[in-house]
């Protein structure tokens, strides 16, 4: 595989990741409770992106789908028929146990998405990541290899970190070789990789004012002190979000405080029309 297609994590590093990781819950946007805040706030962005488009029986894809709580979601709130793409057979097995547990059905794929089984180049209406593009030092490369996997006109969500801010910075303080693992893109950065890609881009922008839990101590030793320092983070974001709560709007998503960039864009042939 080419320089530039080289994941800066690598394969071993997820397996490692995934080993022991439980079997995931799906997404519920019915559940209530501040712990499913930042699941809300990312349905109510996929309702807005898909608020124009008819989505039952339309094929979705989503690459880097490991453990995924999110296939089952597009399945049973949109009605897609759903697929994934992983190169990490562990993953790939919690990913499909996801689905099972969940009532779904839907087709992973243990494989390189530089290099898919042909049944799946331009195939489907929508393809969506959730923190993949930004581990590949080419993020055009990376997002051009999704393009591939879309019908004319199929759309494309991109969602990273980010790292180009607070959240950043203390990654960076807390775990160093984890940081490193990451290309940090803005909002603008990440629009202009799409644009690279052969991409029509119809948003591109932060969400979330914050959530504490994108820091990852993935390199710290399991044990009494990582747990601690994980729980004190996770009591931390309640917090912060107990306040965006009870006074939306105060502070509006920016590149300093978000968690997130999220980008919605489009393959040759139309743009999206819920621009």
Request: with cysteine; proline share 6%.
């Amino acid at each position: 595989m080419a320089p530039r297609k080289a994941d800066l994590a690598g394969k071993d590093y997820w397996d490692g990741i995934w080993a022991d990781a439980p079997v995931p819950e799906p997404i519920d946007p019915g559940r209530g409770g501040i712990g499913n805040f930042a699941n809300l706030a990312f349905h109510r962005f996929f309702t807005r992106a898909f608020e124009s488009q008819l989505t039952r029986g339309r094929k979705l894809v989503e690459v880097g789908c490991a453990r995924s709580a999110w296939l089952p979601y597009f399945a049973s709130e949109f009605g897609f028929v759903v697929s994934g793409i992983d190169y990490s057979q562990t993953g790939c097995v919690q990913a499909e146990r996801a689905l099972a547990s969940a009532g779904r059905s839907g087709r992973i794929y243990c494989t390189d998405v530089f290099v898919p089984p042909g049944e799946l180049v331009h195939t489907h209406d929508v393809v969506v990541s959730f923190g993949v593009v930004e581990h590949f030092a080419d993020t055009a490369a990376c997002l051009s290899a999704l393009n591939g996997l879309l019908a004319p006109g199929g759309t494309i969500i991109t969602v990273i970190p980010n790292l180009t801010g607070l959240l950043g910075w203390v990654e960076k303080l807390l775990d160093r070789r984890v940081y490193d693992l990451h290309m940090q893109l803005s909002a603008e950065r990440l629009r202009s990789a799409h644009q690279e890609a052969g991409l029509h881009v119809a948003k591109c922008e932060y969400l979330m004012v914050t959530n504490w839990g994108v820091l990852n101590l993935g390199s710290w030793p399991c044990g009494p002190i990582r747990s601690r320092v994980e729980h004190q983070i996770s009591h931390i974001t309640r917090l912060f979000w107990l306040a965006e709560r009870s006074q939306p709007g105060i502070i509006r998503p920016n590149r300093i405080t978000s968690p997130y960039v999220v980008c919605v864009a489009s393959s040759r042939g139309r743009a999206p029309t819920n621009a």
